[in-house]
């Protein structure tokens, strides 16, 4: 964070080491303009970042990010941490990670899967990491990181 | 060996797919005699678009090791029609069969029906995805007819939207076979497939020329050119024509080489064909049996 003027949060969460130029991905997978459209955003880009190269850090004010949040964000920047802030300190410290499947919280992009006809859950086996791309585990259509990010 | 439900060939094993070969090749033994090994059991066959081939083969499959089937043929006669669930066909018809076939428009129905039935599902075709037990027949016609399944094998016709030529062009990579992809332009092997077999490090050739390809060849696995693909029906006159098997493309053939299709055919090979030590698509048709009821045998636990 040297040289980088970013003020402390009272309460809320930090999204710390996202990877370089996604963290207005990242604002949109969480939904922040629907879900949290009052909430004091500070967004830094490109950070350098010794073990990273370039990172970005998003901190949302009055927010404790919720798990299914968390979930979203292991898509598209796997390596992420998140802080929760109480009274100005780090109260809790997730590390982020993709998981080998992904369920219910995406849409299947073929429109003649069966999961967008039948009320069902959908699921995600996660064949590449970064890009990301997932493949529909009903029907094995695969999913590229940019049809992801639209859906959100 | 635990098989519960055939629902894509990405779900079997190289070793998986051996044996259910080795049983089928038992059954096959069996030839027109029944037997008594699925005797009391009952196959749902619930096709809700249209087959003639697959329905047949497994009900006569069934009928042969001493079962009996209950089903129907198109949806428009079952509550389906008055707006009722799949998953809720699935659980009303899986407290009267011990397994279930199932053919559906949309793809992802049969793994969504596997997920919500207790008793085994074998899918019969999901929309444009998958058509497994085309694809073990495919396999066994090939193992019984050529001996192996290394082989230099063409996959002909309409590559973009064959289901049964992707799921064979998978099945085929695991075995090491060395494929031709020979196609019109605009129908060729999605590039999304090819890039899911280069994981198998196959050899594989992609080309439009299909008289040039013959001499090389094992098996030409020949597919159907639907008329409607095409905008232009001057364009599908031109493209028909080219991708025809006839007794003037078979001149440089192997000797030994051999011809298989899916089928329906509409005019892709020409009826002389019929006739010539190459073609073995009727075979393929017969050899069905034996694969469903190794199938059959297998999800229900009577044979292993």
Do not use: W
């Amino acid at each position: 964070m040297k040289g980088v003027k970013v003020k402390r949060i009272e309460n809320g969460t930090v999204i710390d080491h996202i990877t370089g130029g996604q963290a207005l991905n990242v604002l949109q997978i969480i939904g922040v303009h629907k879900e949290y459209p009052k909430a004091v955003l500070t967004v830094a880009m490109n950070v350098p970042s010794k073990k990273m190269g370039t990172k970005d850090i998003v901190k949302i004010e009055g927010r404790e990010l919720k798990a299914v949040e968390v979930d979203k964000i292991s898509l598209i920047s796997p390596n992420s941490s998140i802080n929760i802030i109480r009274d100005f300190e780090v109260k809790e410290k997730k590390d982020v990670s993709l998981p080998k499947t992904v369920e219910g919280v995406l849409k299947c992009d073929n429109p003649n899967c069966i999961t967008n006809f039948e009320a069902t859950k959908t699921l995600f086996a996660v064949e590449e990491i970064s890009p990301l791309k997932l493949r529909c585990s009903f029907c094995e259509r695969t999913m590229s990181e940019r049809e992801i990010i639209k859906q959100f | 060996m635990e098989l519960h439900d055939i629902i894509s060939i990405r779900d079997l094993s190289k070793s998986k797919i051996n044996h259910i070969l080795k049983v089928s090749e038992d059954m096959e033994k069996h030839g027109a005699r029944k037997n008594k090994y699925l005797d009391g059991k009952i196959l749902a066959t619930l096709f809700f678009e249209p087959s003639t081939r697959t329905r047949l083969s497994f009900e006569t499959a069934m009928g042969r090791m001493g079962g009996s089937s209950i089903g129907f043929s198109e949806s428009g006669t079952t509550s389906t029609s008055k707006g009722e669930s799949l998953k809720d066909t699935i659980r009303t018809v899986e407290s009267y069969a011990d397994a279930i076939v199932i053919r559906h428009p949309q793809e992802g129905s049969a793994r969504l029906a596997a997920n919500v039935a207790s008793v085994p599902v074998i899918n019969a075709g999901d929309g444009s995805n998958q058509h497994p037990t085309q694809t073990l027949l495919d396999l066994y016609t090939i193992k019984r007819e050529t001996g192996a399944l290394k082989k230099n094998i063409a996959l002909i016709g309409d590559l973009k939207y064959g289901r049964t030529a992707h799921s064979l062009a998978y099945a085929l990579s695991m075995f090491g076979a060395k494929m031709t992809f020979i196609s019109p332009k605009g129908l060729e092997m999605p590039e999304e497939v090819i890039t899911d077999l280069a994981k198998f490090n196959t050899k594989i050739e992609e080309t439009n020329d299909l008289e040039g390809s013959i001499p090389g060849l094992d098996v030409l696995y020949v597919t159907r050119i639907q008329k409607e693909r095409f905008p232009d029906p001057e364009e599908y006159e031109k493209v028909k024509g080219a991708y025809k098997i006839t007794l003037k493309t078979l001149e440089s053939a192997k000797k030994n080489s051999i011809i298989l299709h899916p089928l329906p055919r509409v005019d892709e090979i020409a009826p002389e064909v019929d006739a010539t030590k190459h073609a073995r698509y009727f075979k393929q048709v017969h050899y069905g049996l034996p694969v469903r009821m190794a199938l059959l045998g297998l999800v229900m636990g009577a044979l292993d």
